[in-house]
């Protein structure tokens, strides 16, 4: 790009008012995208697509947690320097020009709350002019819609003539992006532009447009791949459906089966797994039959290991298997691998995806899921729904094994999971929400068992047992007894 940009930018000041109550507790871009902050995301393309490795980061909304997660950026191969926006309120274009005394060279800005996906930011190494004021990114689009919450452009041969904020007359199908190359010469622009009538402070991409209109070069570079602007959580849920889905065939799956005494049914469940998944773990806690023996001959993964109980099976298997996604289910062949896929769909659009036995049409007879344990399980889940209300979950089942989990999701809650026996699957539903993390339930199938009796609920005595169990861990969660 003539000259090399060594110099990157990144605006990252803002509260983020529309994306809450996500941003109650962090600022916008320290949302994850697939297990990533978003600032993290573009300060990667910085460093690996656009080779410019010192950054300076415009804090101010809780920039505190975001100092914390970056420090000095030496963990991640950048050097990384901060910009304290006092009045994070006053707007993008008067946090940049807080960048004025320190940036005296061509630099590059990519905005913090922007996720590019497959991008050829790449590219802009290559940019062969060098007579420039401003190089925006900007993407060809068919959903106009898009344009209207950022900002149009027009051209003129190879330049940009004119720039809009959030234009209700569109011309083209020419989205402008967050991601440019300034010249100095910005800074003056911010100066000068008046203040917006829409919004009553100096809008970015009006500065840029001063620029324009006062015959400084601006050149458009044309981004590829997939663009998303964070604005709300659904946004934010996008953006984290549009990465996984992309990549979704390269991400590794496990299956994890906590076993103690299964030898009779436990080939059945691997045989049924072992084609659809990349591993079928078994945890073998310390059986006194052929639970292992078998298991290996039908094809898993064997561990035996000597525990205290079912939660801690299960939180073996989830720290020691190999997947991207972690899933869950039983021995006894009460779960089949033709739900499987359902799991996994939904996977692309949620952090954990639990599956839920008290759909009555899914119930096979015989299963051991009798009225009153059906609607047990429901009142409690419910329970959950009420005392973690502003996390907007939906739950009818507390006590299912068969749940899939992001393996980054699951790091950023084990050190908090406790429960040793089926407290530990409401267990997980509750760290997921702590964690505001997006949980999606689906119903499954629910078979009756192959052989033997479950172990938590064979009886009303068991039942009320694993139920005070489950109860006592939930209210000691929620109100940190």
């Known amino acids: 790009m003539g000259k090399v940009v060594k110099i990157g930018l990144i605006p990252a000041a803002g509260a983020g008012v529309r994306a809450?109550?996500?941003?109650?507790?962090?600022?916008?871009?320290?949302?994850?995208?697939?297990?990533?902050?978003i600032i993290l995301r573009n300060i990667e393309i910085l460093r690996d697509d656009v080779g410019v490795t010192d950054i300076y980061v415009i804090v101010g909304y809780k920039g505190?947690?975001?100092?914390?997660?970056?420090?000095d950026g030496s963990r991640f191969g950048v050097r990384l320097s901060y910009?304290?926006?006092?009045?994070?309120?006053?707007?993008?274009?008067?946090?940049?020009?807080?960048?004025?005394?320190?940036?005296?060279?061509?630099?590059?800005?990519?905005?913090?709350?922007?996720?590019?996906?497959?991008?050829?930011?790449g590219m802009m190494r290559d940019f062969g002019k060098d007579d420039f004021a401003a190089v925006c990114g900007v993407m060809r689009t068919d959903d106009l819609s898009l344009i209207a919450k950022?900002?149009?452009?027009?051209?003129?041969e190879d330049r940009i003539t004119e720039l809009e904020e959030k234009p209700t007359h569109i011309e083209n199908n020419i989205l402008g992006c967050g991601t440019y190359i300034f010249t100095p010469e910005i800074f003056g622009a911010i100066e000068r532009t008046k203040p917006s009538k829409r919004t009553g402070r100096v809008e970015f991409t009006d500065a840029i447009n001063t620029l324009a209109k006062e015959g400084g070069v601006v050149y458009p570079f044309f981004l590829e791949g997939i663009y998303q602007n964070i604005n709300s959580v659904e946004d934010c849920n996008y953006a984290n459906y549009l990465y996984r889905s992309t990549f979704f065939d390269t991400f590794k799956t496990s299956v994890v089966i906590p076993a103690y005494n299964e030898e009779e049914s436990i080939a059945y469940v691997i045989r049924d797994f072992v084609d659809h998944v990349d591993e079928v773990f078994v945890v073998d806690n310390s059986s006194k039959d052929n639970t292992r023996q078998v298991a290996l001959k039908a094809g898993a993964r064997v561990e035996t290991v000597k525990l205290k109980g079912?939660?801690?099976?299960?939180?073996?298997?989830?720290?020691?298997?190999?997947?991207?996604?972690?899933?869950?289910?039983?021995?006894?062949n009460s779960f089949k691998a033709k739900d499987l896929g359902k799991l996994l769909e939904y996977m692309k659009d949620s952090d954990m995806v639990m599956g839920t036995r008290t759909t009555r049409q899914m119930i096979?007879?015989?299963?051991?899921?009798?009225?009153?344990?059906?609607?047990?399980?429901?009142?409690?889940?419910?329970?959950?729904?009420?005392?973690?209300?502003?996390?907007?979950?939906?739950?009818?089942?507390?006590g299912c094994t068969y749940r899939a989990i992001w393996r980054d999701a699951y790091l950023k809650i084990k050190d908090n999971l406790r429960g040793i026996g089926p407290e530990f699957?409401?267990?997980?539903?509750?760290?997921?929400?702590?964690?505001?993390?997006?949980?999606?339930?689906?119903?499954?199938?629910?078979?009756?068992?192959?052989?033997?009796?479950?172990?938590?609920?064979?009886?009303?005595?068991?039942?009320?047992?694993?139920?005070?169990?489950?109860?006592?861990m939930i209210f000691e969660k929620r109100f940190n007894l």
């Not at 950022?150 to 003129?156: A, C, I, P, Q």
């Open 20 to 37: 809450y109550p996500a941003t109650n507790y962090v600022p916008k871009v320290m949302l994850e995208i697939a297990g990533k902050p």
């Open 83 to 121: 910009i304290d926006c006092p009045d994070y309120r006053t707007g993008l274009a008067c946090g940049v020009l807080l960048a004025r005394e320190k940036i005296k060279e061509k630099f590059i800005t990519i905005l913090g709350d922007e996720i590019y996906i497959n991008s050829n930011h």
């Open 425 to 472: 699957s409401p267990e997980m539903m509750i760290e997921i929400l702590r964690a505001r993390k997006r949980v999606i339930e689906v119903p499954i199938s629910y078979y009756k068992r192959l052989t033997g009796v479950s172990k938590h609920s064979e009886s009303y005595l068991k039942i009320s047992k694993t139920a005070l169990r489950m109860l006592r």
């Open 150 to 156: 950022n900002y149009s452009v027009r051209l003129s």
């Open 364 to 398: 096979e007879q015989g299963a051991n899921m009798r009225g009153l344990l059906r609607l047990g399980n429901l009142f409690v889940a419910k329970l959950v729904e009420v005392l973690w209300w502003a996390q907007e979950p939906r739950f009818t089942d507390v």
């Open 310 to 332: 079912y939660g801690d099976t299960i939180r073996y298997g989830l720290d020691n298997a190999k997947g991207d996604i972690l899933i869950v289910t039983e021995a006894d």
């Open 64 to 71: 505190d947690a975001i100092r914390t997660f970056l420090g």
